[in-house]
T-cell receptor
Framework: DTGVSQDPRHKITKRGQNVTFRCDPI?????LYWYRQTLGQGPEFLTYFQNEAQLEKSRLLSDRFSAERPKGSFSTLEIQRTEQGDSAMYLCASSRLGQGDEKLFFGSGTQLSVL | GESVGLHLPTLSVQEGDNSIINCAYS??????FIWYKQESGKGPQFIIDIRSNMDKRQGQRVTVLLNKTVKHLSLQIAATQPGDSAVYFCAENAGGTSYGKLTFGQGTILTVHP
């Protein structure tokens, strides 16, 4: 499979616990995005990387959220001290800068449930 | 704040009919628009895009129309098939450093009856 891969697919955690998600983008893609989607809504932009540099973060990304892309390949998104409001689908997408249109290819997401 | 929205939350059609899904946007600075299809349990899948210097673009069985005067975007699906059943999102980008930073609308549920 050469698409965007996310792990785990589902995560159930208790409030206050930390969770970490992983995203493996399409191999030749140099940009990687994180989005969050709640039921019945469209995805909301959280942050993006160009290679290993995090270029932009949304106001939605509170201090409890941190994302990394240490080698410019896979990325991790960590949520510390989870809250019930963090329950959502966390989507990763990648693209290749330079094509002019920068089509995003999304993974299947990690569904987080905070109890 | 500025946002992208949809007129109809649900659309039900018969197999073989043409479908039209509409979207209104409010950010006049947006210059790139995309339609995505999302099936249950999957991430959004790119369907078609259009830049603000165009008013129409066609793909395989799909056409996107852009009316900048009234800030309206539509997706036309010809000969709709049961496999087209999904949630459809329009998304916009206001340019800047990344065309991947998108603002999505709420979504329209398309149901195709055989």
């Amino acid at each position: 499979d050469t698409g965007v891969s996310q792990d785990p697919r589902h995560k159930i955690t208790k409030r206050g616990q930390n969770v970490t998600f992983r995203c493996d983008p399409i191999s030749e893609h140099n940009r990687l995005y994180w989005y969050r989607q709640t039921l019945g809504q469209g995805p909301e932009f959280l942050t993006y990387f160009q290679n290993e540099a995090q270029l932009e973060k949304s106001r939605l990304l509170s201090d409890r959220f941190s994302a990394e892309r240490p080698k410019g390949s896979f990325s991790t998104l960590e949520i510390q001290r989870t809250e019930q409001g963090d329950s959502a689908m966390y989507l990763c997408a990648s693209s290749r800068l330079g094509q002019g249109d920068e089509k995003l290819f999304f993974g299947s997401g990690t569904q987080l449930s905070v109890l | 704040g500025e946002s992208v929205g949809l007129h109809l939350p649900t659309l039900s059609v018969q197999e073989g009919d043409n479908s039209i899904i509409n979207c209104a946007y409010s950010n006049s600075a947006s210059d790139y628009f995309i339609w995505y299809k999302q099936e249950s349990g999957k991430g959004p899948q790119f369907i078609i895009d259009i830049r603000s210097n165009m008013d129409k673009r066609q793909g395989q069985r799909v056409t996107v129309l852009l009316n900048k005067t009234v800030k309206h975007l539509s997706l036309q699906i010809a000969a709709t098939q049961p496999g087209d059943s999904a949630v459809y999102f329009c998304a916009e980008n206001a340019g800047g450093t990344s065309y991947g930073k998108l603002t999505f609308g709420q979504g329209t549920i398309l149901t195709v009856h055989p």
